[in-house]
């Protein structure tokens, strides 16, 4: 005990130089705040190169050590860059060798003499900015695919048969009424399918369950789309032929050629076809090959029943049909090719893409029924309407078969729901990847356009978070992507029209992206804004 | 063990955290209420630029503001109204210099400089907080560093790319 106190006294200074020390380190270690900054880059950041580069370099503020470089390749792999020298505040590094063409990102994490670790990526294309894979139709649950394929199938067939058979009972099969029950059942199916297609395509909308669909949101968003008018305009059609069926001939006549127009209007309406542009040449197209089909295909019903059920009308009844159908005929095969070369493009698109595939099978069972008309016209119905007994029975044979042959045709028809024309896959292709985020002093309405893998073009519209105009000073948008290893791609937008814009930005990988909007709103005052930005491949 | 040595080891103590490359302040604790010297610390220009200008922004509370004169650069104070009215030794302060300004200058990116002003913190600072005086570096063609970000609650300077420099405010003793 008594030997303590000289030892402490003794070794008293050793202990303030230990204390001193410690205290020294733990200063030097809390405030690590300065960072480095890239001051250059080659290949520079978002620039293109002829060929493959031997070697990158990295340009500091201040000297660094690299802790993780990498490169990320065109097809998503990810290869480290351990090769490197470093040179006063320049980082050269050896380029892996035989890189392909496409776009590059050179992701880098590097620790300061401050202990800082700071991150960033350079952008760069080899030959071209990275394309895009080929794209596949969203897909919805097939449950759902099944029951909007059959609701289709539904309304075709009851819209054309009912609408078309009610035209044909009040112009050509007068004064016989056969046919009037199938014409009513018809159009009761039409009715029911009709209204049932919003709830379906709300569904398909939302991207919700079959299950949903007794929620009035699916019902709400289905009216909402372009198929709301649709729908209307073919209620309004089925009541007219409805009505049509209780009245006189003169008026009957009136309602079912307004009720063909409302039927014409509401499939050129809504669909990939009557949406296409050129609108002028597409929407008519439709109507007329609506029309067209209900004249056909409405016909055959009644007609069959007035053949089978020998009503003393049918002779003269088939007379009319024969004279009268080439004008409905002619306008539906017309309409129908311009339709197809407008939604293929390209003749190869007619087997190698899958709406093409359907048009095909299409064409041969159109081919078909023409086959069938043609033989009918020809061959039977001069006999048959003589009253030859053989002549009637194949006639009648004809029609059931024709019958059947535009329900399958229909059916194809209700398959197109699920195959994007050429055309509309390509827009789909360009749709923009939109986003909005919202903090409590600013938000962002974002658009990258297209929102896919490759170059685009960034418009950023700035409010206050009170959805007042935000005056910005500067904008700069960064980029990363953490689940693929990307430090941050910073842009800074530059102001026109009104909205925060950032051309050539190559977007380098699909998947999340994490954004972050730097808005500096005085000289003082920066805000942030941080969300997510989905990329498709 | 020297007297030396002790000196040394206390140098050593002392003299590191000078070499930062961000805007910070020298001396990053004071006490409130009291008179306070900020030495802004400048040590890198804008991405291998000069800077031509130093602006600084002085946060609420912070009053009776005057800058140190400075050979080559001309200091500009930018007066305004304060948020609410502050007690200086007895006096009411409601207005006063709620900016300096040097311009003129030119600090090139591989020298270091400093830039002094003495303020009064007032009592209505808390202490146990942290208080940011946002700093503009400006270079030529528009290029400017802003050591403005002042972190979010739960977060630390660290976090940041550009934090603001932070003076940390204790109780007097």
Avoid at chain 1, 308 to 317: I, L
Avoid at chain 1, 366 to 372: E, K
Avoid at chain 1, 461 to 484: C, I, Q, Y
Wanted: hydrophobic content about 50%.
């Amino acid at each position: 005990m008594t030997d303590l106190l000289p030892m402490l006294r003794r070794l008293f200074p050793a202990l303030v130089l230990l204390l001193l020390v410690a205290a020294g380190l733990t200063a030097a270690s809390t405030p690590v705040r300065a960072h480095a900054s890239l001051t250059g880059a080659v290949p520079a950041d978002g620039s293109m190169v002829p060929s493959p580069p031997t070697a990158f370099a990295l340009t500091f503020s201040e000297p660094t050590s690299p802790l993780l470089l990498r490169l990320i390749t065109p097809d998503g792999k990810s290869l480290p860059l351990d090769r490197f020298t470093l040179r006063d505040r320049t980082l050269d590094i050896v380029a892996p060798d035989a890189l392909g063409s496409g776009t590059y990102v050179l992701s880098w994490r590097v620790v300061s003499e401050d202990g800082h670790p700071v991150g960033g990526s350079v952008v760069f294309s080899i030959g071209a900015a990275s394309g895009a894979a080929p794209l596949v139709a969203d897909a919805a649950e097939p449950g759902l695919q099944a029951a909007i394929w059959t609701n289709r199938l539904l309304l075709y067939g009851g819209l054309f048969v009912g609408i078309g058979g009610a035209f044909f009972l009040a112009w050509l099969g007068a004064p016989t009424r056969d046919g009037a029950t199938v014409i009513s059942v018809a159009l009761a199916i039409g009715t029911g399918a009709a209204l049932l297609s919003i709830g379906l395509q709300g569904l398909d909308a939302l991207g919700a369950p079959l299950g949903a669909l007794g929620q009035p949101i699916v019902w709400q968003t289905g009216f909402a789309t372009s198929l709301g008018k649709s729908v209307l305009a073919s209620l309004l059609a089925i009541a007219l032929a409805g009505a049509s069926l209780a009245l006189p001939a003169l008026p009957a006549r009136v309602l079912t050629v307004l009720a063909l127009i409302g039927l014409g209007s509401a499939l050129a309406a809504s669909g990939h076809a009557g949406t296409a542009p050129p609108q002028w040449l597409t929407r008519p197209s439709v109507f007329l090959h609506a029309v067209g089909i209900a004249l056909w295909g409405g016909a055959l019903a009644p007609l069959g029943l007035q053949i089978a059920r020998r009503s003393p009308n049918a002779a003269a009844t088939l007379r009319r049909f024969s004279r009268f159908i080439p004008f409905a005929v002619l306008p539906l095969v017309a309409s129908g090719l311009l339709l197809a070369m407008i939604q293929l493009e390209n003749l190869r698109a007619l087997w190698s893409s899958a709406y093409g595939q359907v048009l095909s099978a299409k064409l041969v069972l159109v081919a078909l029924l023409f086959a069938l008309a043609a033989y009918n016209r020809l061959r039977l119905t001069e006999p048959a309407r003589q009253g030859e007994a053989r002549a009637t029975r194949r006639l009648l044979g004809s029609i059931r078969l024709e019958i059947v042959l535009v329900l399958v045709i229909f059916g194809l028809a209700a398959l197109w729901r699920f195959t994007p024309p050429p055309r509309a896959l390509a827009l789909a292709a360009a749709q923009p990847a939109p986003i909005h985020i919202h903090a409590l002093k600013a938000m962002a309405d974002i658009t990258v356009t297209p929102g896919r893998v490759g170059a685009v073009n960034v418009d950023m519209m700035l409010m206050t978070g009170e959805f007042g105009p935000l005056d910005a000073k500067e904008v700069t948008l960064v980029l990363a992507n953490p689940a693929r290893g990307i430090e941050p791609i910073r842009r800074k937008a530059e102001r026109r029209d009104g909205l925060w814009r950032i051309d050539g930005l190559v977007m380098p990988a699909p998947g999340e992206w994490t954004v972050r909007l730097d808005i500096l709103i005085t000289d003082f005052e920066m805000t942030r804004l941080e969300g997510a930005l989905p990329i498709r491949p | 063990m020297t007297r030396s040595t002790l000196l040394a080891a206390a140098l050593l103590a002392l003299g590191t955290g000078t070499a930062f490359a961000h805007v910070t302040l020298e001396v990053q604790q004071a006490p409130v209420p009291s008179t306070y010297k900020a030495v802004f610390r400048a040590g890198h220009g804008c991405e291998g630029k000069p800077t031509i200008k130093v602006r600084v922004q002085i946060p609420e509370g912070v009053i009776s503001v005057k800058p140190q004169p400075k050979p080559g650069w001309t200091i500009e104070k930018v007066r305004g109204k304060y948020a609410s009215t502050y007690d200086y030794y007895g006096t009411p302060t409601s207005e006063g210099v709620k900016e300096i300004i040097w311009s003129g200058g030119n600090l090139p990116d591989d020298e270091y400089d400093e830039f002094v002003l003495r303020a009064y913190l007032t009592k209505d600072l808390k202490p146990g907080t942290t208080l940011y005086f946002p700093v503009v570096q400006e270079c030529p063609d528009g290029a400017a560093e802003r050591w403005i970000e002042i972190p979010a609650e739960g977060k630390s300077a660290d976090d940041y790319e550009y934090p603001a420099p932070g003076l940390k405010l204790v109780p007097k003793n």
